[in-house]
């Protein structure tokens, strides 16, 4: 079933475009099981081709994360707390993930929304606690909008290098996907490192100034 997804939203950046891009990157910034890899990649191979342009897939993958997020922290912050916990597990929000996700930011404001931008499972919780706990939806945006731009340009990046060396992955969407997790692994790993140490610092900060 999985498989036949992949293919359904590679033929939708294929046909769809733009459109497409944004629509499945609302997506996966939602409650939707959309892997971003299946998404910037493919859109970055038909820009090598000329099909469409990079900075362009770069914008629309941004609104897409954007979109996608504010829907869902509208959403959140109209229903509440425990709404998402009773119905929550049927959209992949069981209540453990809702209260790590809180916790996380409730830890680290502003900041953790930027980094939970950079990095999987988060990525797409992060929404539903910001609006249960009504944060500034400026503030949030911000955040949302700088976190998505660096991640859809990482992805895009990597996309249309791997066009380059590998041009025959178009034809083949799960070892698109696989390849793609495999050369980024070291990058997300880059990313956990210095999110790590940000956090470190707020709380070696915090502690300071309560003594």
Same mark, same amino acid.
């Given at each position: ?31 939707? !099981?959309?892997?971003? %890899? ?5 859109? =970055?191979?038909?820009? #090598?081709? *000329?099909?469409?342009?990079?900075? $362009? ?37 069981? !209540?453990?993930?809702? %209260? ?5 930011? =409730?830890?680290?404001? #502003?900041? *953790?929304?930027?980094?939970?931008? $950079? ?93």
């Amino acid at each position: 079933m999985f498989h036949q997804l992949i293919q359904t939203w590679f033929t939708w950046v294929q046909d769809w475009g733009y459109l497409g891009v944004i629509l499945l990157m609302a997506m996966e910034s939602s409650i939707f !099981p959309v892997p971003s %890899e299946v998404v910037m990649p493919p859109a =970055a191979f038909l820009a #090598a081709q *000329g099909k469409m342009t990079i900075w $362009l897939v770069i914008l629309a993958g941004t609104f897409g994360s954007w979109l996608g997020s504010a829907i869902t922290y509208a959403v959140s912050r109209y229903v509440g707390r425990p709404v998402v916990e009773r119905w929550g597990k049927y959209f992949f929000v069981p !209540p453990e993930k809702l %209260e790590r996700a809180e916790r996380f930011l =409730a830890r680290y404001e #502003a900041g *953790g929304i930027f980094f939970a931008r $950079l990095l999987p499972v988060v990525r797409h919780l992060i929404s539903i606690p910001a609006g249960i706990v009504r944060m500034s939806f400026g503030v949030f945006s911000a955040m949302t909008v700088i976190g998505s731009a660096i991640w859809c340009s990482i992805l895009a990046w990597y996309g249309k290098g791997m066009a380059e060396r590998n041009p025959d992955l178009m034809t083949d969407p799960d070892k698109l996907v696989h390849t793609m997790k495999h050369e980024s692994l070291w990058l997300v790993g880059g990313i956990a490192v210095v999110g790590v140490l940000y956090f470190l610092m707020l709380r070696l900060t915090g502690k300071k100034k309560e003594s």
